[in-house]
């Protein structure tokens, strides 16, 4: 689901839990809501809280965690991809095709999976490529003449390798997302809180305020989770820019 429109449906639910609350404050007998049942609330509230917060706190830092990942990843794949060229390039001119077929992959990349910057949005995805995979064949068709030359072609395979790897890496992070049922539990949760906290609050402007800006901080919680867990997409995402870098050194002599 798109990470803006969970953030607009769990603010919705936050804000519909909280006027239920307040609905029901006014239907309650009065000793529901005696000093003694309003500490009780209270307590059982903050075992909810702390748990939601607890919640909230560890995946924000996850997400945050995969993304950096994704990014440092993109960026040694960059270098990788310039370090192979520059193998090739030693290793003489029998390698021109394959340089030819690497910078046509990065471009293919690039021009497929991104558009000024974030991943296009009609269903492209980094896995909608082959990766490096063409260039791998072309360098086992080489045959060194020389033991230099069986050097450079050994390493050009194994960087080509870790490019690979690195690519399908980035695939599996691009997809992850939350679970749906943890999801629905922790929007549960939070819908708890905030139906307590319409039952225990007082009916004025302020209070109705503070809720609507809760409710909004929760939801752009909510909203960082989403969209950080997956990297090549939405508002946060990485850029494509190392990737383009290392296409304005490839070719050279």
Not at 161 to 171: K, N, P, R, S, Y
Not at 192 to 207: E, H, K, Q, Y
Request: with cysteine.
């Amino acid at each position: 689901m798109n990470s803006v429109v969970l953030g607009v449906i769990v603010f919705v639910c936050l804000i519909a839990a909280a006027f239920a609350g307040r609905a029901l404050r006014g239907r309650l007998p009065a000793e529901h809501l005696s000093d003694e049942s309003k500490d009780v609330i209270k307590l059982a509230t903050a075992v909810v809280g702390t748990l939601s917060a607890l919640a909230l706190g560890l995946l924000v830092a996850t997400a945050k965690s995969a993304l950096d990942g994704a990014a440092a990843e993109l960026r040694n794949s960059a270098a990788h991809i310039v370090l192979l060229d520059r193998v090739l390039a030693h290793y003489g001119p029998e390698t021109k095709e394959a340089r030819d077929e690497l910078r046509r992959v990065m471009e293919t990349h690039l021009s497929t999976n991104w558009d000024t910057g974030a991943l296009v949005s009609n269903g492209n995805s980094p896995d909608d490529d082959t990766g490096i995979e063409p260039v791998q064949d072309l360098l086992r068709g080489l045959t060194p003449k020389t033991d230099a030359q069986r050097w450079l072609l050994t390493r050009a395979l194994d960087v080509s390798g870790q490019i690979a790897e690195a690519h399908w890496l980035l695939v599996e992070v691009g997809d992850e997302s939350l679970p749906r049922p943890f999801l629905v539990i922790m929007v549960t949760w939070l819908s708890v809180l905030f139906a307590t906290f319409g039952l225990l609050s007082p009916r004025n402007p302020t209070v109705l305020l503070v809720l609507v800006v809760c409710a909004m901080s929760v939801a752009g919680a909510v909203f960082l989770i989403t969209d950080m867990a997956n990297p090549f997409r939405g508002v946060i995402y990485i850029s494509e820019q190392p990737l383009r870098d290392a296409l304005a050194q490839l070719g050279r002599s």
